[in-house]
């Protein structure tokens, strides 16, 4: 039941970040605003999760998790009802903040709540397996979700329906979360937290408004600028502060470190085909919100059939060739997606769907777990929401750098077959321009699946420094942390 319950503010936070997106057509229509500022429902959600994962994460090693959890569940009903109440853009994109701030305190603690509870290796791997499928099946599950009540209800619904299951959550937190014990009450880094906060959403608002800035406008350079400096200083503090907001003796961890840059590549390359593919469904295929809903939905079975599977493997073979095996078949799965065109059927795009989500539910649980155990329990918060900000910048990344390939290739290709098209039959010519547009669109998303591909082929590589920590029986408390609480 702990489990499960860590699952369901999973799911709800999943769902959430990923189908606010479908409903932006009907909330610019209903607040009459542009695509360009509708953009800011989804970018002040982002901004504000990023900042804060790394706070709650070493707030829960602090304080104490099932406190900030059961909190953010309270605070995310709240926010979410507000935010289905607003009442034109400049409230939305308030509560979307406020939500993106409280929502940011359920990962993290979710996965620290997850280790201190399975002590057991093969059930902690088990565990975290399961976790992780459905926190990668919540970002294909929205639109599965999103697309049937849009379709018949409104657009605020999406909000609404956060409460029953938070409130579901709630009780279940109550019942089933064992008390916070033994935390231990330092001093909090607020310079640390402030630094890194101008860093990130530095970070994190270039990668959102960089195509429609320029990526070498004044103010993306400014914020290049900023992200440098105030990374910098933040570095300097860590180093000098008691109790670090972010301990960088964690990047000494080769273990550590390799897991992040595997993270980054599969979940960059997996946001950056869901970000696509979507978009090809409706465009080029016709789909609606609701079909491409169900499109989603075999990748999502899947996904939470493989990731249990990955946790056994994990524990027979090592976890590096786990972790690159199922890397591999995320690469396969993305480079499937090369063959799309207007006549692409359902049944088409099922396959590498599924060879996708069997990757991704393989390789996630043991790259997880290997995160988990290569650092001392009573990090595992703070640990954790380092790997969770690795994958929402990778996200965030990915989205940048394809939506900007899919757009230069487009051009490119609409010059080199314009130059090599003739036209033979006048009669055709009215409609020859809109067929040479369309097949640059369609062999544009092709190089830019092939791209993701290939970037994910790379994670796969890299995952074989993977080494496994699992079988190593975790320290609750280290001496020099003892030490310091004695005196």
Not at 45 to 72: E, T
Not at 157 to 178: D, E, K, Q, S, W
Not at 419 to 424: E, G, R
Not at 462 to 467: I, N, Q, T
Request: aromatic share 10%; hydrophobic share 55%.
């Amino acid at each position: 039941m702990v489990l499960v319950t860590v699952i369901i503010g999973t799911l709800l936070i999943g769902l959430d970040r990923t189908v606010v997106g479908l409903g932006l057509p009907k909330i610019m229509d209903d607040f009459g605003i542009s695509i360009s500022t509708a953009g800011w429902i989804s970018t002040a959600y982002i901004l504000s999760n990023a900042i804060f994962v790394p706070v709650f994460g070493k707030l829960g090693d602090m304080i104490g998790d099932r406190k900030i959890y059961l909190w953010s569940f309270i605070a995310f009903i709240a926010t979410s009802v507000l935010a289905g109440l607003s009442w034109n853009i400049s409230s939305m994109i308030v509560f979307r903040a406020l939500q993106g701030l409280v929502g940011a305190a359920v990962y993290p603690t979710a996965m620290a709540i997850i280790v201190k509870n399975f002590t057991d290796q093969k059930s902690r791997s088990q565990a975290l397996g399961i976790w992780s499928a459905s926190m990668a099946a919540s970002s294909v599950l929205g639109p599965l979700v999103g697309g049937p009540l849009i379709d018949l209800y409104s657009w605020r619904m999406l909000f609404y329906i956060n409460l029953p299951v938070g409130i579901l959550g709630i009780f279940l937190v109550l019942l089933y979360l064992p008390d916070d014990k033994g935390k231990e009450k330092k001093g909090f880094d607020i310079y640390g937290a402030i630094t890194l906060a101008v860093a990130l959403s530095s970070l994190v608002l270039v990668l959102e408004k960089g195509r429609e800035w320029g990526w070498i406008s004044v103010v993306s350079v400014l914020s290049y600028l900023l992200v440098l400096v105030f990374g910098f200083v933040f570095v300097r503090i860590e180093k000098k502060h008691p109790s670090p907001m972010i301990d960088l003796k964690f990047f000494k961890n080769k273990t550590f470190v390799s897991a992040l840059i595997v993270s980054f590549v599969s979940f960059g390359g997996m946001m950056g085909a869901m970000f696509l593919l979507p978009v090809f469904a409706q465009t080029y295929l016709g789909y609606n919100a609701t079909e491409t809903g169900f499109l989603f939905l075999p990748m999502a079975l899947t996904m939470m059939v493989a990731a249990p599977i990955g946790a056994k493997l994990s524990q027979k073979i090592p976890i590096r060739y786990c972790v690159s095996f199922g890397m591999f078949l995320t690469a396969l799965g993305i480079y499937l997606f090369t063959g799309l065109d207007p006549k692409t059927s359902y049944a088409e795009l099922v396959l590498p769907l599924m060879t996708l989500a069997i990757g991704m539910g393989i390789g996630m649980s043991p790259l997880t777990n290997a995160v988990a155990s290569s650092v001392p329990a009573h990090e595992v918060g703070i640990a954790s929401a380092v790997l969770n900000l690795t994958r929402n910048i990778a996200g965030a990344v990915s989205i940048a750098v394809l939506g900007t390939l899919l757009v230069n290739a487009t051009e490119s290709n609409v010059l080199a077959i314009g130059a090599n098209t003739v036209i033979n039959d006048q009669a055709y010519a009215s409609v020859v321009p809109a067929l040479v547009i369309l097949k640059a669109q369609i062999l544009a998303y092709r190089e830019v699946f092939l791209a993701a591909s290939a970037v994910t082929l790379i994670g796969s590589l890299v995952a074989l420094s993977l080494k496994d920590h699992s079988k190593i029986k975790d320290k609750k408390i280290e001496p020099e942390v003892q030490l310091e609480g004695i005196i």
